[in-house]
Structure formats: structure tokens, C-alpha cells
T-cell receptor, first 113, second 118 residues
Framework: DTGVSQDPRHKITKRGQNVTFRCDPI?????LYWYRQTLGQGPEFLTYFQNEAQLEKSRLLSDRFSAERPKGSFSTLEIQRTEQGDSAMYLC???????????FGSGTQLSVL | AQKVTQAQTEISVVEKEDVTLDCVYETRDTTYYLFWYKQPPSGELVFLIR??????QNEISGRYSWNFQKSTSSFNFTITASQVVDSAVYFCALSEPYLGGATNKLIFGTGTLLAVQP
């Protein structure tokens, strides 16, 4: 069990650029979640995959955001035309079944200048 | 709508003191799950406990204990004999209900920053 890994740990970008984050869940976990956390707040749900199927997306996820999980393994979260309001910690989590504990990665801290 | 309130933004205690972190939740569902997570300075959220809505028994794990009371919609967390390593942000969370497709979508509170001074 190597845990959930996220890459990169930090990303600084200029407004208008596109960014992509990667998440590798625990290998046997078929549920994968993306959350966003801003300073002083708790994580907010963004989207959820069961295997390769994206089953739910939050209203927080604008059209500039897209997530994929090809082959039900790693996942990517892409933000197009970044805005300063996108600056946050993007957290990935995985679980084996529903309503079980989530295992979180260390997150990707995005700063949009 | 589901909501989790952690009214205590920051708590500072001296080592060996007991401390209780409050969590109040709102939900219309009869079946739900409650969680506590710890977020140390390193940033990675660490699972502490999960409790389903049908199990109101209090739980103790070492220096940690949880008091779940449905009558007051509270799920409070107590650390006994606190230690410096307990310093972290603690989040209470509520799972959203089953919506025809099982999810583990959590609604988090805003967290309580616990600082344990030596």
C-alpha cells in the first residue's frame, strides 16, 4: 500500500494558462475523488469516478475543468484558461467501497498569478 | 440541505490538557455517515473515525474518544492528555445520501485548528 500520490505538489501558473494534475490512487481502489480546498476552509467535492466512469460532478466544476480516469487507474484533472479564483489545494482521494474511509493524497497546491 | 458546522475556529491548549472539538451537522436523511479527519501541517488528510447514523455508541481509541448524539445532531471529538503531535486542523464531515448511485461524497466543516503548546 503506497498510498495516494499526486503530482505535482506545487504549480504556479499565469492566468489564462492550462494546467493538468495527476493522481495515482491506491491500486485496488476503484473509487476516486477530487476535492478542492481553499485557505481556512474544508475540502469541497469536485467529482467522482467509479473505475473509468465519471459518475458525478459538482456545480463547482465549471466548463473549464475536466477530469478523466482512463482504464480506471490514474486520473487527471485539467483546468483550462486558469483564473486567480482557481488558486487552491486540489486533493485526490480513493476508497475501496462507498461510505468507507477516504485515503487522501498530499494535494497539488495551485497558485494562479 | 446537508451542512456541517465546526464553530471553534482555533483552540490552544497546554500539553496534557483534555480538549473537545465540537461538530454539529444538519441532514434530512435517516441514513448517513459521519467522519473525523486530521490534517497536520504536511497537508495530507488522515482518517480518524467513521460512524453510521444507526450506531450511537460512543467510541474510544487510545487518547481519542467520540460522542455521537443524534438528539442534538452532534458528533464531538475529545483528545485526552493532549500532546504536541496532536497539533493539526481537525475536520468533521458528513456523507451525502445515496442518490441511486453510491457515492462517498463528503461535506466537510470548516475545521478546527488545534494548537498544543509544550
Amino acid at each position: 500500500d503506497t498510498g495516494v500520490s499526486q503530482d505535482p505538489r506545487h504549480k504556479i501558473t499565469k492566468r489564462g494558462q492550462n494546467v493538468t494534475f495527476r493522481c495515482d490512487p491506491i491500486s485496488e481502489h476503484n473509487r476516486l475523488y477530487w476535492y478542492r480546498q481553499t485557505l481556512g476552509q474544508g475540502p469541497e467535492f469536485l467529482t467522482y469516478f467509479q473505475n473509468e466512469a465519471q459518475l458525478e460532478k459538482s456545480r463547482l466544476l465549471s466548463d473549464r475543468f475536466s477530469a478523466e480516469r482512463p482504464k480506471g487507474s490514474f486520473s487527471t484533472l485539467e483546468i483550462q484558461r486558469t483564473e486567480q479564483g482557481d488558486s487552491a489545494m486540489y486533493l485526490c482521494a480513493s476508497s475501496l467501497t462507498d461510505n468507507e474511509k477516504l485515503f487522501f493524497g498530499s494535494g497539488t497546491q495551485l497558485s494562479v498569478l | 440541505a446537508q451542512k456541517v458546522t465546526q464553530a471553534q475556529t482555533e483552540i490552544s491548549v497546554v500539553e496534557k490538557e483534555d480538549v473537545t472539538l465540537d461538530c454539529v451537522y444538519e441532514t434530512r436523511d435517516t441514513t448517513y455517515y459521519l467522519f473525523w479527519y486530521k490534517q497536520p501541517p504536511s497537508g495530507e488528510l488522515v482518517f480518524l473515525i467513521r460512524r453510521n447514523s444507526f450506531d450511537e455508541q460512543n467510541e474510544i481509541s487510545g487518547r481519542y474518544s467520540w460522542n455521537f448524539q443524534k438528539s442534538t445532531s452532534s458528533f464531538n471529538f475529545t483528545i485526552t492528555a493532549s500532546q504536541v503531535v496532536d497539533s493539526a486542523v481537525y475536520f468533521c464531515a458528513l456523507s451525502e445520501p445515496y442518490l441511486g448511485g453510491a457515492t462517498n461524497k463528503l461535506i466537510f466543516g470548516t475545521g478546527t485548528l488545534l494548537a498544543v503548546q509544550p
